[in-house]
């Protein structure tokens, strides 16, 4: 009895792990909608706990919100903006695959940003780490 209560348990955490375990690309394309769709649950869910944002303005004058709570109120305030569109324009990985970089362009408008968002793992989840935000210029 003992032995089917372990395997069933172990079925279980076994299911649940495979279950989260997304690739970066889904955390992208995740994140991607929830901007395009102004829904702060799914870009939420897309960072790390630890995550920090980086707003580049005018003259290179940086501006960093730390953790997810000032990352969420960051976005809350451009929601009161137009939904923007978000294209994917690149993507690198790290030699040893532990880190992956997107960069985004993100429309509202005639207003064009360019976001890099640096992805990592920790165990079965990807989330962004670093989100850094800047001006586009093509």
Not at 14 to 33: E, L, R
Request: glycine share 6%; hydrophobic share 45%; with cysteine.
């Amino acid at each position: 009895m003992k032995k089917i209560a372990f395997l069933v348990i172990a079925a279980i955490v076994v299911s649940s792990c495979a279950f989260f375990a997304v690739s970066h690309a889904d955390v992208v394309t995740q994140f991607a909608d929830g901007l395009e769709e102004k829904d702060i649950s799914t870009i939420m869910f897309s960072y790390h706990d630890d995550a920090d944002l980086i707003l580049v303005g005018a003259f290179g004058h940086e501006t960093r919100y730390i953790g997810k709570e000032a990352i969420r109120v960051f976005h809350l305030d451009g929601f009161n903006y137009s939904a923007p569109e978000v294209s994917i324009l690149d993507w690198y990985e790290s030699s040893d695959g532990a880190i992956v970089t997107y960069k985004l362009l993100v429309v509202k408008g005639s207003v064009k940003k360019l976001h890099t968002l640096e992805l990592s793992t920790d165990t079965f989840l990807w989330g962004i780490q670093h989100h850094r935000i800047e001006n586009y210029t093509e």
